[in-house]
């Protein structure tokens, strides 16, 4: 019986002296184990004094490590000792066993030790579900408090360091970061950016050869003060950002300098060559705005094959009633990309080669829109290529391309698409006037 009590204590406590097993009770959900101290008496927390005299004796059910899939109570019997000291202020204290319990523990030190392994590798919650998978049943609040329970790690004093500066609230609150270079891991967090504070911290590192900073001074006052034997550097990222800002500064100061010369208005303009598609459409293949408009009307029609309704084509692809019949109705996509030269302005007709020079070159953008001018165009385009109205529309896009290039620089990105569009319908319109009346 002595041999059997002697290998269930190696085998539940194999690294716990002075600890007797009285009995094993195993059911299906627990096992419970009943163990005592061994020891004669214990020493007083306060003045260190060893005590053999019981005032009472009490039972602790610290949880340990599942055995089995099955949950491991301890049932201890602990002794309360009197402190042979008068004058020491606790009358009476417990006795604790090294490495099995600790003060107000409900857990055992292996069990906490395991938990505070696993919060470390997967935090609160991700924790706290692997807890639950080895049959601890823990919250993850108790994981994270276990993990800061943890004394911080020994760091070796960095040779390298590596100083900068991070905002808690940007404009408002500001601290220090400091990195050991050569590890690449940080080492430590300082309250604030003053250089009294980084002076304080490296001059307890004798350590440190060399600090990697920005060109802040007041990094530069620290280091020269904390660690005067120290070589201080600018770290790469710095210069290379220091670098640029002076580049972009350099650019924006002579922007004027890097603009195209205006051509000489005495030397003739060269003939633009006239581009032919090979698929037979006025508007080019490679345009984003055509090619953006065959896709859509491509995917729309594929939709309605597919017995999808208009409604749940809009919802589909985040467009509107109108927008969808529009490229429903329309039986190919260059429908929808036709153009006219006339606009209803006032109750007559106004040429819109008339007006759009002025609205490009004048940059009275808000004058006449691109949507609104399509859908003026798309009325008159019948009447213009009655009139056999046929002229070069291409040479008079690359006039306005010449002439506006540089002077809307300032003008909104949508502004400058608007321009883009309208020239793209002059080539358009040319191209269809010659093709309607040949």
Known sequence: MEEVVLRLEELLFPSIADVAVLSVDVNDEAVRIEARSTVAGSVCPDCGSWSQRIHSSYLRFPVDVPSGGRRVILCLRVRRFLCP?????????????????????????RLRSTLAAVGLALAGRAGARMARVFGVSVSRST???????????????????????????????????????????????????????????????????????????????????GAPQAVQVAD???????????????????????????????????????????SGSPWPTGHRFADRTRSKHATVHELLAAGLSRRAIGRQLRMTSRTVK????????????????????????????????????????????????????????????????????????ANIRADAEGRYDSVEPGRRAGVEWTLLWIENTDAQLTKGGS
């Open 85 to 109: 000291i008068v004058s020491c202020g606790r009358r009476t204290f417990a006795e604790q066993m090294p490495g099995l319990t600790r003060r107000y523990g409900r857990r055992t030190e």
């Open 236 to 278: 790469r990222w710095h210069l290379w950002h220091n670098l640029s800002e002076a580049a972009e500064r350099c650019v924006a100061d002579h922007r004027g300098c890097l603009r195209v010369l205006a051509p000489d208005p005495a030397q003739p303009a060269p003939e633009p060559e006239k581009f032919e598609d090979p």
């Open 326 to 397: 529009l490229f429903a109705d329309a039986v190919a996509p260059e429908d929808l990309l036709k153009s006219s030269l006339y606009l209803n302005r006032g109750g007559s007709q106004v040429c819109a080669l008339e007006i759009w020079p002025s609205v490009v070159l004048g940059g009275a953008m808000s004058t006449l829109r691109p949507g609104d001018i399509t859908d003026e165009m798309i009325q008159a385009m019948d009447t213009a290529k009655r009139q056999g109205l046929q002229k070069d529309l291409r040479a008079l896009a």
């Open 143 to 225: 994981v994270l408090r276990l993990v800061e329970a943890l004394p911080d790690p020994e760091v070796p004093a960095p040779r390298v360091v590596g100083v900068d500066e991070y905002a808690t609230r940007k404009g408002r609150g500001y601290r220090t970061v400091l990195v050991d270079v050569e590890s690449r891991r940080p080492v430590d967090l300082l309250p604030d950016r003053e250089a009294s504070s980084l002076a304080a911290w490296l001059a307890k590192r004798p350590t440190v050869e060399v600090v990697r900073r920005d060109r802040a001074p007041f990094f530069a006052e620290g280091a020269t003060a």
